[in-house]
């Protein structure tokens, strides 16, 4: 799996919500900074899941977390002051994006291995989920320094139980190769694929991306735009894809989420297998991928999918 998030997969607006502790208070939860449960002597990297549009929508244990580990690394601190100053955390920021995590991050991890305890946020959503976070939560493994999830608010899971399409298997995109090849062949693999997908879309692109979806070989299919998850204005629209593409106008902002059932069963035969085979070697899939192509677009068996795969390489 990897949802509103390339830059900022999960986010929403802030929007007006209720606070979020209750006049009893939270529960109680350790001190981001007790190393001494578990014996850590180095601090503890936390991966804490945020509002994707209504601040209401955050967990106890991560306002507990925000508010006592030793700093906060955010996507853009200055969006993420909203969320901080209604939950009134007063934890020192820094912001952690793409154009300075390579220098960041060593410094970073420095300050882990010296004892002190980060939370890592994105704007919105769930941390990593097409969003900055993957080198440091790497570096912070091969340097031995806990790892602690903050479960939490999730556009792409928001969006797919409200859908009504399957959600017992799906596939996450992330957001769409904007152009070439790699959109081609992702294109195709959602096309063909017997399971649910899952994709972000920037507001301006979701009627392209429909379009080119319908064009693709899925008119008929059934999809589910969905934008401002959680917030005042919340918006989820179903219909086939040709349907949605003709309906959607210029009036979309911000980040969406397409959901696309996946295709119906069918039986295919070898040759028609070989065929794709043929195809995807072409188009410069790596073996691996063919593999995986063949087993989740047309439901073929690992073994056989091998196989084929083996048999078409010979050649």
């Not at 593999?291 to 073929?300: E, I, Q």
Request: hydrophobic share 35%; aromatic share 4%; no cysteine.
């Amino acid at each position: 799996m990897q949802g509103a998030a390339g830059g900022g997969g999960e986010r929403g607006g802030s929007g007006r919500a209720l606070r979020s502790r209750s006049s009893h208070g939270p529960p109680s939860f350790p001190s981001a900074d007790n190393r001494a449960e578990g014996g850590h002597d180095k601090g503890r990297l936390y991966l804490v899941s945020t509002p994707i549009g209504n601040l209401a929508d955050i967990t106890y244990r991560a306002v507990e977390i925000l508010s006592t580990v030793t700093l906060i690394v955010a996507e853009d601190t200055r969006h993420s002051r909203t969320l901080l100053d209604h939950h009134a955390i007063k934890t020192p920021s820094t912001s952690y994006h793409e154009h300075n995590e390579a220098r960041e991050t060593p410094r970073l991890i420095a300050k882990l291995l010296a004892g002190q305890s980060i939370a890592l946020i994105s704007d919105a959503g769930t941390p990593l989920i097409s969003d900055p976070g993957s080198r440091l939560v790497q570096a912070a493994v091969t340097a031995g320094v806990p790892i602690v999830p903050i479960p939490g608010p999730s556009a792409l899971l928001a969006a797919l139980v409200a859908s009504g399409l399957s959600a017992d298997r799906f596939t996450f995109y992330g957001f769409l190769p904007r152009k070439g090849k790699e959109r081609t062949q992702t294109l195709t693999s959602i096309i063909h694929s017997s399971i649910t997908s899952v994709v972000y879309e920037a507001a301006n692109r979701v009627k392209d991306t429909l379009q080119d979806l319908s064009d693709s070989g899925a008119p008929d299919r059934q999809a589910v735009v969905a934008r401002e998850l959680t917030k005042k204005f919340e918006d989820i629209r179903r219909g086939t894809v040709t349907g949605l593409a003709q309906q959607i106008g210029e009036e979309l902002k911000g980040e969406v989420v397409i959901i696309v059932e996946g295709a119906p069963d069918r039986d295919v035969d070898e040759e028609t297998l070989r065929t794709h085979l043929a195809e995807l070697r072409a188009a410069g899939v790596t073996t691996r991928e063919m593999v995986d192509r063949l087993m989740t677009a047309f439901g073929v068996a690992r073994n056989v999918a091998y196989r084929l795969v083996h048999e078409h390489s010979a050649h």
